[in-house]
Nanobody
């Protein structure tokens, strides 16, 4: 089992920045990729960014050039640095850990961007 604890959400004005963190514990040796998804009201959950254990990264087109995913292996933590935030980035952001047995999800953290 893997446990994920997210932090860093909040309210920010358009153009502002936030950094989300996701700390993993438990069977972390089974994790081969981690990332962030988001879900806005009335919309499906969508992929934002992923990073593999080999540090390969992938981003949704809507966040390329504005968001950066990174990880600190020593802290078992993945970060999402979000810059130039827009109102359309408003959503609940969920941390994901892809393990050999299943996907694990965090509880979600709210990000609200005011115009």
């Amino acid at each position: 089992q893997v446990q994920l604890l997210e932090s860093g959400g909040g309210l920010v004005h358009t153009g502002g920045s936030l950094r989300l963190s996701c700390a993993a514990s438990g069977s972390i040796f089974s994790i081969w990729a981690r990332g962030w998804y988001r879900q806005a009201p009335g919309k499906k959950r969508e992929r934002v960014a992923m990073i593999t254990s080999g540090d390969s990264t992938d981003y949704a087109d809507s966040v390329k050039g504005r968001f950066t995913i990174s990880r600190d292996s020593a802290k078992n933590t993945v970060y999402l640095q979000m810059n130039s935030l827009k109102p359309e980035d408003t959503a609940v952001y969920y941390c994901l850990a892809r393990a050999t047995d299943k996907d694990y999800w965090g509880q979600g953290t709210q990000v609200t961007v005011s115009s």
